[in-house]
């Protein structure tokens, strides 16, 4: 029997950028990234990441980003809104 699934869209799904450790007998927890939406397809695997920010990217943000695209070969696309033409203008990273 095979299984069809639709094209889906989540929202603040949470992804594990870095696994949580032990070192010197002290934890250090692991590290998520949940972007604004994740788009997947028939088959369940990430098409389109989108993450809507602001004006600017801080650098915690944009490292939380890399690693995301490191860890699951998958780009993520910023989406910003243009005041002047009322849009929301996409820029992949």
Excluded: C, W
Excluded at 1 to 11: A, F, G, L, T, Y
Excluded at 60 to 74: E, Q, W
């Amino acid at each position: 029997m095979q299984v069809i699934r639709k094209k889906s869209v989540s929202i603040h799904e949470s992804f594990v950028i870095l696994d949580g450790i032990t070192v010197n007998g002290k934890k250090r927890r692991r590290r998520r990234y949940t972007p604004d939406f994740v788009y997947r397809d028939e088959k369940g695997e990430i098409t389109k990441v989108v993450d809507v920010k602001p004006t600017k990217i801080t650098a915690d943000a944009s490292l939380r980003i890399a690693m995301f695209v490191f860890r699951y070969k998958v780009p993520v696309t910023i989406a910003r809104y243009d005041s002047r033409s009322g849009l929301f203008e996409e820029k992949e990273m």
